[in-house]
C-alpha cells in the first residue's frame, strides 16, 4: 500500500489561487498514475486530475485552462496549482494513487475503491 501526504488547500476569495502537494511513501512504482478528485457536501467524489509516469495529464472539462498538475518523481510529489478558483470548487480534495496507471485511465475510473487515498484538505471559495 501507498501513503500519501497532502499539503496546501484553505479559504481563498473568488479568482485567487491555491496549490496543493501530495506526497507519496511506501510502495511505489516507477509506472503509475496520480492525482485529485474532490467531493463537495452532499455530491459524489468525482475526477479532477490526473499525471502518470510519462508526464500525460488528464483533466475533467471544468478545471481545464485554471488548474495545473505537474510532478516531481524523484520525490514521488504531484502538485495542483489551481487559479481562477471558483466557488463551485470548493470541496474536499483528496489526492489519489493507482500503480501501473495512466492519467487517462485514473479519469475514467468508476470502482474509486481500488485507489489509494489520501485523508483529505479542503478548499473554500468564498464568492
Known amino acids: 500500500q501507498v501513503q500519501l501526504a497532502e499539503s496546501g488547500g484553505g479559504l481563498v476569495q473568488a479568482g485567487g489561487s491555491l496549490r496543493l502537494s501530495c506526497a507519496a511513501s511506501?510502495?511505489?512504482?516507477?509506472?503509475?498514475?496520480m492525482g485529485w478528485f474532490r467531493q463537495a457536501p452532499g455530491k459524489e467524489r468525482e475526477f479532477v486530475a490526473a499525471?502518470?509516469?510519462?508526464?500525460?495529464?488528464h483533466y475533467v472539462d471544468s478545471v481545464k485552462g485554471r488548474f495545473t498538475i505537474s510532478r516531481d518523481n524523484a520525490e514521488n510529489t504531484v502538485l495542483l496549482q489551481m487559479n481562477s478558483l471558483e466557488p463551485e470548487d470548493t470541496a474536499v480534495y483528496f489526492c489519489?494513487?493507482?500503480?501501473?496507471?495512466?492519467?487517462?485511465?485514473?479519469?475514467?475510473?468508476?470502482?474509486?475503491?481500488?485507489?489509494?487515498w489520501g485523508q483529505g484538505t479542503q478548499v473554500s471559495v468564498s464568492s
Open positions: 489519489a494513487f493507482r500503480r501501473f496507471s495512466t492519467a487517462q485511465a485514473m479519469g475514467a475510473m468508476r470502482r474509486l475503491d481500488i485507489l489509494d
Open positions: 511506501g510502495r511505489t512504482v516507477s509506472v503509475y498514475a
Open positions: 499525471i502518470d509516469w510519462s508526464g500525460g495529464t
